[in-house]
Each structure stands twice: as C-alpha cells, then as structure tokens.
C-alpha cells in the first residue's frame, strides 16, 4: 500500500490530506493560530468545584470553562500538585523528578473537593478540543508522546502496546526501556517501537525527558492560565503517528513548513528524508494532484460508492446515522440475498473511510441493507472489523442486531470535519437568475481599475475557472495582453477547477485575497 500525504498551506490554515493508494482517507484542517489542541499541556487555575458532578471547572484561557473530572485526575496527582507547587515557589534550579518522593496514589472512589480547592493552580493536558458548546476536556495524568515512545511523569512503570504480538519483542522493549528510563517516569511503548535498537529509544526517551524538564525551569514567569507545553503541529503529529514504510511522498507548497518537516524527519526516520518534497505548480495543489475533486465526492449528505449504491449520512447532536441504499443495484439479476451481501461488504469498507475522513466520533448507528443468512451478517460484521483496524482512533464494534442494525463507537476529541458541498449558487443568490456573462470580462476589468488606480496595488492575480483563463490568455493580443498595455501593469491569471464559471478573486504579492 502506497501512502502521501498532500498539505495545502494558506495564510490562515493548514489543509493535511492522507492518501492511501490515491484515495482520499483522512483531511485535517488546522488553523495557523490553533489553541487548545488535543496534547498541549496548561498551567491554569480551578474556577469552580462541582461536588455533585464529582468534577471541576477550570480556566484554561478558552471562551468556556474546561472540565476536568475525578476520574481524570490520574492516580499521582498528589505527587504531580507537590511538584507544580514546588516549581512554582522555587528559588533556585527546579526539583528533579527521579529525586522526588512519590506521594500515595489518590483513592479511586475518592471526591473532588478532597484534593481541589477554588482558585488551586493545576497542570492539566487538553483530553478533547473544544466541541459545539463545550469546553475542552481535561486530564492531569500527563503524557508526552513521541515517535515511539510515551513519557509519563510520576508513573515509574513500562507498558508495551498490546498490538505488537510477538511475547519476545515485547519482553525485550520492556527490559530495555526499564534500563535506560529515569526514576519515577513511566514509559508506554508505542507499536513503531517494534525492532528498534537501544540507541534509537534512548535518544528519543532523553529528548521527551528533557522537554519536559526544560518547560519548566520558567514555569514561575508569565500569567495564569498559561500554556506550558505544546502539543506538535496537527502536520507533524499526523507525520508521527503515520509514518511507515509505505510512506512514498509528502507533498507540501510552502517553504517554510517544508523545512520544518524535513527536519522533523530527519529526528523521527532520517532514512525517509527524501519524501518531502515542494510543490512548485502553478495550479492549487489540491487541484493538481485530485484532492479536491475527491473532497467534492466524499463530502455531503449523499455519497455513492459502487454501481450506483450510496450512503445516506445524516447528523445529530446525540449520534450519527448512516442509511445503505442499494439504488439501481436492486435491477440487476442476482437474487436478493446476495446482492445485499455484496452491497454491504462494499458498503463496510466506504462506512469505515467515512468515519476517518469525517473524524466522526460519538455514537453511529449504520442501517445495513436487510440479510437473512446469519453467516451474511457475520461476514459483514468481520468486514467491518477488518476495514476500521486502519482507524489509530479507539472504537468498538457491534455485530447486526436483528434489524440490521450496527452500533459504532468512536472516540471524539476534536471537532468532527463538516465540509459542505451543496451550497446557494453565489453567482445567482438563490434567484435562479444569473447577470449576462457576455459582462464577465468587462465586470474584471473594472476590478482590475480600481485595484490599480485606486487601492495602488502593483502586483495582481486573478484566478478564474478554466474555461475563463483559456479566454483571456487566447490570441496573439490576448485579453490579458490588452490589459497589459492600458494599465501598464502585468496581471497574472491562473486557472482554478474548483471555481463555479463565473468566479473570480484577486489576490496580491503574497497570495492573499484581496477583499473588496
């Protein structure tokens, strides 16, 4: 199985696309100036204890309170608070932790207020973004993670991901890892670790140490909520936790965040450094290598998948359901039973791609196309299985009720990607009625007038739908040309597939639109 990885960078957003063997699988989309992502690690203050709910809120620096329960404390916090409190109060070098003396694990049947206080400093660690009207969820059993590696402050245990299925590689990362760690850190063992040697782990476990230590020695500097340690880059954290050896290429049109992830490469899997590579086109580069022409199909209320068989996809505040529709399938001459069977198992692999793709989490309730051979249901059941085991994101599966019902459950920890297709037609506004087009290209140059004459802008770029740029870039004396010489100045024009035929936007020497 092939792998790339398509990262489209504008001014005011970061869009990551995974492909596996060219297909469109996972599209994260990350604001420049994200805050509050899964990961990052905040000195924040306790708002207000809710014995009831055995939970607190806590100001972490969002619109919303984030909420942090019981349960989510982690069986050191007491060692955790002494060490905040120490950081915090300290006069000199900030206490180690292999030094520390680890305080009793707080009682798991235990209440809030007998370990939080009003206006108490906390460290905790985002669990979920925020989502609809909530704020984030909170942990304060802290994690870093790492290529291969997981550090945990205050654990002082090894665990290996259950996932590696030899006894013998798994009893020799655990003896390894119990060798090289520091003293009151606890380490999970990630499934990449598989076959690594000492000197890979032990670099990496030195580096997770160090900038846990190093967040810390201005931890008493700055206001309150604050963040302390950041979570990677959405770009990098896809690149950590997805990189193997089906990585063929990871295209990405920006300089800067091409360098980065070099680099990023280079300390993670130096050997894949050749992948990343800059894109150059002149094209979007979504457009040039088929990203948004699949996120055109994938994205919506209907989507069909084989021989006229589709998904309806519908949302609610407490679930997600999906309808299978067999759609002119059912003309076919196959008799029924087979023909479901055959529409499911098709079915099964889109439903688990959707999910990936959508970052649905929550309940989802998938109605199958009715079987009557029990054999059917279970093979449709293990199909499913077998599709979602690519999904890194934790879920539980269970088999068909009787009434073809299938029941999912996928962890949500950040907003679910909702990317609407269908929109009102912004050359009409709903009327049904458009301007004559025959006005397009006088329309642009009134523009062009007043941006030149008027704004002062010297350097333009008008993107325009194929069919558009073909027009203006025809001729011995194109119209582009003819622009030229009236307004003395060279204006590029560059054809965009995803634009409807009468859209047009400027934009200037930075690549940013131009807002009239």
């Known amino acids: 199985m092939s792998t790339e990885l398509v990262i489209d960078v504008t001014p005011s957003e970061i869009a990551i696309a995974l492909l596996e063997n060219k297909q469109l699988v996972e599209l994260n989309k990350e604001k420049r100036?994200?805050?509050?992502?899964?990961?990052?690690?905040?000195?924040?203050?306790?708002?207000?204890?809710?014995?009831?709910?055995?939970?607190?809120?806590?100001?972490?620096?969002y619109d919303k309170d984030a909420f942090l329960h019981y349960l989510d404390l982690g069986p050191q916090f007491r060692t955790l608070n002494k060490f905040v409190k120490s950081s915090l109060s300290r006069k000199g070098k900030a206490p180690t932790i292999p030094r520390m003396k680890i305080e009793p694990d707080i009682d798991k049947n235990g209440k809030i207020t007998d370990v939080l206080k009003s206006g108490q400093l906390v460290l905790v660690q985002i669990a979920k973004e925020p989502i609809s009207t909530k704020g984030p969820r909170l942990s304060s059993e802290i994690s870093i993670a790492g290529r291969n590696l997981v550090l945990i402050p205050f654990a002082d245990k090894v665990s290996v991901s259950q996932k590696i299925e030899s006894p013998e590689e798994k009893k020799r990362l655990k003896k390894l890892?119990?060798?090289i760690k520091p003293k009151n850190y606890g380490v999970i063992v990630r499934t990449v670790a598989e076959g690594k040697k000492v000197a890979v782990l032990d670099t990496e476990l030195r580096s997770l140490v160090r900038k846990w230590e190093t967040a810390f020695e201005k931890i008493t500097h700055g206001n309150v909520p604050r963040l302390v340690i950041s979570e990677l880059n959405r770009t990098s954290a896809v690149l950590r936790d997805v990189l193997n050896g089906s990585f063929n290429h990871v295209y990405v049109n920006e300089d800067t965040i091409y360098r980065?992830?070099?680099?990023?490469?280079?300390?993670?899997?130096?050997?894949?450094?050749?992948?990343?590579?800059?894109?150059?086109?002149?094209?979007p580069i979504f457009d040039q290598l088929g990203v948004d022409k699949q996120i055109k199909s994938s994205f919506g209320k209907t989507v069909s998948f084989k021989s006229g068989a589709y998904l309806i996809i519908e949302h609610t505040e407490a679930l997600h359901v999906i309808d299978v529709n067999s759609g002119n399938r059912s003309k076919l001459g196959e008799d029924q039973e087979s023909n479901a069977l055959e529409v499911n198992l098709a079915a099964a692999k889109e439903i688990a791609r959707q999910l990936r793709?959508?970052?649905?989490?929550?309940?989802?309730?998938?109605?199958?196309?009715?079987?009557?051979?029990?054999?059917?249901?279970q093979r449709v059941y293990e199909k499913m299985k077998e599709a979602m085991a690519a999904d890194r994101t934790k879920h539980?599966?269970?088999?068909?009720s009787k009434f073809g019902l299938m029941q999912i459950t996928r962890q949500r920890v950040r907003p679910e990607l909702n990317i609407k297709i269908n929109e009102?037609?912004?050359?009409?506004?709903?009327s049904g009625e458009i301007g004559p087009s025959v006005l397009l290209v006088d329309d642009i140059e009134n523009h062009i007038s007043f941006l030149i004459n008027e704004a002062n802008y010297k350097k333009l770029t008008l993107k325009v739908h194929p069919y558009v740029a073909g027009y203006l870039n025809q001729g011995l004396i194109s119209t582009k040309c003819k622009w030229f010489f009236k307004f003395k100045k060279r204006i590029k024009v560059e054809a965009v597939n995803s634009y409807h035929f009468l859209e047009f936007h400027f934009f200037d020497k930075n690549g940013e639109i131009i807002k009239e």
Do not use: W
Not at 396 to 400: A, F, M, R, S, V
């Open 33 to 61: 100036n994200l805050q509050f992502a899964v990961g990052d690690i905040y000195l924040a203050k306790v708002k207000r204890i809710m014995p009831g709910l055995n939970a607190a809120f806590v100001d972490v620096g």
């Open 177 to 179: 890892v119990e060798s």
């Open 424 to 430: 009102k037609c912004p050359t009409c506004k709903g």
């Open 357 to 377: 793709l959508r970052d649905m989490g929550g309940i989802i309730v998938v109605d199958f196309i009715d079987m009557h051979n029990a054999e059917n249901k």
């Open 260 to 283: 980065e992830l070099k680099d990023y490469i280079n300390t993670i899997a130096p050997e894949k450094e050749k992948i990343v590579k800059l894109f150059e086109g002149n094209q």
């Open 396 to 400: 539980n599966i269970l088999p068909l």
